[in-house]
Every structure is written in structure tokens, then in C-alpha cells.
């Protein structure tokens, strides 16, 4: 499966803390992208990072991604309750002729932010 | 608001019968994905469509069907329901043929959950 993981599967903090997302995948990318989804709601594109991007900012947000290590990090600064949500990692599907087509998402990570 | 509609935000059907979800994708975009999201399998691709042609399929079983039509939206058909088949169906839209360019976003409808007893 070319399904990616986050870690962790769920995270509490308080508000004001910043909250810290780990994504593993494992083929290589043309760009990774983080999505969230408000309990029963449809998925929200945040961020989109390309592969010869080492960092990206948008808002509070900052993602990181490392090709060498197949991984990338969504951190949330000064966090907020409306920040409560899963989040989830995305890559593009490699086939077998190399294309990428549709995206394959991991698992998520539930975060709950505490006022 | 993503500009993406689906239709209708909630179904609850019996084992063995057939169901339709439709999508309108957002104005000027011509592809349409399916995904189903459940608990234990989490968010799977299922078909995708571009420009009325399909374009790739996921892990959709032979009892699902889908189609999008000359004005771009979708169909998503399926049959012989069964209880495990339970799950909040997505679909998404975007203007390319493929996600691995650099600004190949998708947008989600607010999807339909499906309830099959």
C-alpha cells in the first residue's frame, strides 16, 4: 500500500500551544499536501508543499517535508479550540507507468484543542 | 463552501438495494474523485473521472459503479448493498487530470453518509 501514516493518532493540547503532526509515506512525490475535516464534514485543502520545497508557511501553519526521510511535519502555532479537527497527509498515487493521478491519504491525526 | 455539491447528505437503505450519489463538481473543474471514508479503513479512492472519461480506479468493488456525465457532474451507483458497505461517501473536485502538479488541490463535497441496514 502506498498509504502514508501520521503520528500521532490523536493529540490534546491547550489552546495557546502550538501542535506538532508527523507524516511518513513511501514512494517518491511530486508535492504532499495536508488536508482537515471537521467531525462528519468534508476535507479542506491547507497546504501544499513541493518536493524541492524544504518549508512552507501559511498563516500558523508550517510544514516541513524531508524526501530523504519520506516524511513531513504540519505544525500549528498558538493553537486554537476552532483548531480541533483530523488532519491528514496526502500524496499523489505513482502507478506502475509513473503518472500520479488521484491522492492517497493517511489515517489522520485527531486533535483536540482545549480552551 | 468548497463549490462542490453533493446529493443527499444522508441515505439510510436496506441490505441488497440500490442507491445513486450524485456530485457537481465546482464550476470549470473537470475532474471528479470518489473516496469512501469509514472508522476502520479510514479514506479510500475509489474511481476518477476526467472529462467524462475515467481516468483510474481505486479500491471500488465490482458492485459500485460510477459515471460522469457530458456536464460534468457524477454518478456514483451502488448495488446489492450490504451492511459493511456503511461509510460517508466524498466526492472531490479540481480542474487537472492529475494531483502531481504544483498547485493540484482537491476540493470536497461535504459528502453523503451512507447507512445500510
Known amino acids: 500500500s502506498q498509504q502514508g501514516e501520521e503520528d500521532p493518532q490523536a493529540l490534546s493540547i491547550q489552546e495557546g500551544e502550538n501542535a506538532t503532526m508527523n507524516c511518513s509515506y513511501k514512494t517518491s512525490i511530486n508535492n504532499l499536501q495536508w488536508y482537515r475535516q471537521n467531525s462528519g464534514r468534508g476535507l479542506v485543502h491547507l497546504i501544499l508543499i513541493r518536493s524541492n520545497e524544504r518549508e512552507k508557511h501559511s498563516g500558523r501553519l508550517r510544514v516541513t517535508l524531508d524526501t530523504s526521510k519520506k516524511s513531513s511535519s504540519l505544525l500549528i502555532t498558538a493553537s486554537r479550540a476552532a483548531d480541533t479537527a483530523s488532519y491528514f497527509c496526502?500524496?499523489?498515487?505513482?502507478?506502475?507507468?509513473?503518472?500520479?493521478?488521484?491522492?492517497?491519504f493517511g489515517k489522520g491525526t485527531k486533535l483536540s484543542v482545549k480552551p | 463552501d468548497s463549490g462542490v455539491t453533493q446529493t443527499p447528505k444522508h441515505l439510510i437503505t436496506a441490505t441488497g438495494q440500490r442507491v445513486t450519489l450524485r456530485c457537481s463538481p465546482r464550476s470549470g473543474d473537470l475532474s471528479v474523485y470518489w473516496y469512501q471514508q469509514s472508522l476502520d479503513q479510514g479514506l479510500q479512492f475509489l474511481i476518477h473521472y476526467y472529462n467524462g472519461e475515467e481516468r483510474a480506479k481505486g479500491n471500488i468493488l465490482e458492485r459500485f459503479s460510477a459515471q460522469q456525465f457530458p456536464d460534468l457532474h457524477s454518478e456514483l451507483n451502488l448495488s446489492s448493498l450490504e451492511l459493511g458497505d456503511s461509510a460517508l461517501y466524498f466526492c472531490?473536485?479540481?480542474?487537472?487530470?492529475?494531483?502531481?502538479?504544483?498547485?493540484?488541490?482537491?476540493?470536497f463535497g461535504s459528502g453523503t453518509q451512507l447507512s445500510v441496514l
Open positions: 496526502a500524496t499523489p498515487f505513482m502507478n506502475y507507468g509513473g503518472s500520479q493521478g488521484n491522492l492517497i
Open positions: 472531490a473536485s479540481s480542474e487537472a487530470f492529475w494531483t502531481g502538479g504544483a498547485n493540484e488541490k482537491l476540493f
